[in-house]
Structures are given as structure tokens and as C-alpha cells.
T-cell receptor, first 113, second 113 residues
Framework: DAGVIQSPRHEVTEMGQEVTLRCKPI?????LFWYRQTMMRGLELLIY????????DSGMPEDRFSAKMPNASFSTLKIQPSEPRDSAVYFC???????????FGPGTRLTVT | QQQVKQSPQSLIVQKGGISIINCAYE??????FPWYQQFPGKGPALLIA?????SEKKEGRFTISFNKSAKQFSLHIMDSQPGDSATYFC????????????FGTGTRLQVTL
């Protein structure tokens, strides 16, 4: 298996623009997680899905952030409009079952200028 | 109460030495405690994990010690090598929260020659 795939790996955008991050989980995994990592706040869980259904979005910082999982093999995290404070590395992870090992993707480094 | 407190923030160890990273928690409903290793530019990867019904788990040079009464657990890296230089995160899973993990703030380990 190729592991969790994320795209793009790097994204530089201007404040106010819409940003879409993409994730393909490992085939057969039914949990998908979106995390944000910064030096100041560490690794934060934004939202997670089970069987394509959002279970807990309490970590989504504000309404500018939205996430979807239209099918078992694809998820997006969208920021609209983006702000400089959104600059971070965004990770997607997937898991096979409850309390199971989470497999992380390589991350998307987002820079908002 | 869902926090996991990790220390130290950074650690420098000589090659061949023992690296020790500590974590503490408050919520007794945590039921699974993994450690993740992250190299620069990569996503975190599961290193070793333990459940609270055992006091120690060893995999090669990596050992988790778990003290249920003190609500503490630690990672010991024996015979530390320069290739172990990375950031280490402890985490905890809360019973009944599907596959959601709460991460510590991370420890940056540097193993010198």
C-alpha cells in the first residue's frame, strides 16, 4: 500500500484566497483524521470521520475551515478565506479501527502571506 | 482533564546513552497510550504503544514504563543513536471516543556523537 497520500505537499497563497488540501486514506481504513501542527500549539486534531461521516469537529478553529469526505478514498480540508495565522503543516491520518494505530500522511506545508 | 503533559521539551543525549521522556495524564478513562516518532519533514509514525493493564512493554531498544497509580508513563530509548534524533510525541486514547487520540506537546531529541 502507498500509505496515506496528501496533496499538495507545499502550498503558498495570499491572504483571502481559498485553500483546498486533499487526502487519500489507506484503503480499508474507516477512520480519517485531519491535524494541524505548529510550533506554538503542537499537534491539534481538527476533525475526524468514521465511515465518511464527521464524528467530532470540535477542533475546527472557526467557520473558515470546512472538511468533507465524499467517499471512502478521498477527503478535503478547505480554508476560505485563508489568513496568515493559518500557516502550519496539515496532516491527514487514517486508522483501521477504534483505538487503533493512526497512519499519518507526509503533510501539507501551508504558508499564507 | 483530557490533556497529556509531556516533558522535557527538548533533550540532548550522547550516543550510547539512555533517553527518557515522560508523560502524565489526569483522566483515568484513557485506555491506550502510544508513542509516535516524527522526523523532520515527515508525518508522525507509531513507535510503540501500551495498554494500562501492563506496567512495561519493550520493543528492541524502546521501552514504555507505565505507572497506573501515578498516572504517568515514560519512553526509554536505550543505547541512543544519532538516527534516533527526532521529535517524540506521547498520546492517549479516551474510552468511547472511537479512534481519537490526545497528543502531548512533543520532545525534540538530539543524539550527539
Amino acid at each position: 500500500d502507498a500509505g496515506v497520500i496528501q496533496s499538495p505537499r507545499h502550498e503558498v497563497t495570499e491572504m483571502g484566497q481559498e485553500v483546498t488540501l486533499r487526502c487519500k486514506p489507506i484503503s480499508g481504513h474507516d477512520y480519517l483524521f485531519w491535524y494541524r501542527q505548529t510550533m506554538m500549539r503542537g499537534l491539534e486534531l481538527l476533525i475526524y470521520f468514521n465511515n465518511n461521516v464527521p464524528i467530532d469537529d470540535s477542533g475546527m478553529p472557526e467557520d473558515r475551515f470546512s472538511a468533507k469526505m465524499p467517499n471512502a478514498s478521498f477527503s478535503t480540508l478547505k480554508i476560505q478565506p485563508s489568513e496568515p495565522r493559518d500557516s502550519a503543516v496539515y496532516f491527514c491520518a487514517s486508522s483501521l479501527d477504534r483505538a487503533g494505530e493512526q497512519y499519518f500522511g507526509p503533510g501539507t506545508r501551508l504558508t499564507v502571506t | 482533564q483530557q490533556q497529556v503533559k509531556q516533558s522535557p521539551q527538548s533533550l540532548i543525549v550522547q550516543k550510547g546513552g539512555i533517553s527518557i521522556i515522560n508523560c502524565a495524564y489526569e483522566n483515568t478513562a484513557f485506555d491506550y497510550f502510544p508513542w509516535y516518532q516524527q522526523f523532520p519533514g515527515k508525518g508522525p509514525a507509531l513507535l510503540i504503544a501500551i495498554r494500562p493493564d501492563v506496567s512495561e512493554k519493550k520493543e528492541g531498544r524502546f521501552t514504555i514504563s507505565f505507572n497506573k497509580s501515578a498516572k504517568q508513563f515514560s519512553l526509554h530509548i536505550m543505547d541512543s543513536q544519532p538516527g534516533d534524533s527526532a521529535t517524540y510525541f506521547c498520546a492517549a486514547h479516551l474510552t468511547g471516543t472511537a479512534s481519537k487520540l490526545t497528543f502531548g506537546t512533543g520532545t525534540r531529541l538530539q543524539v550527539t556523537l
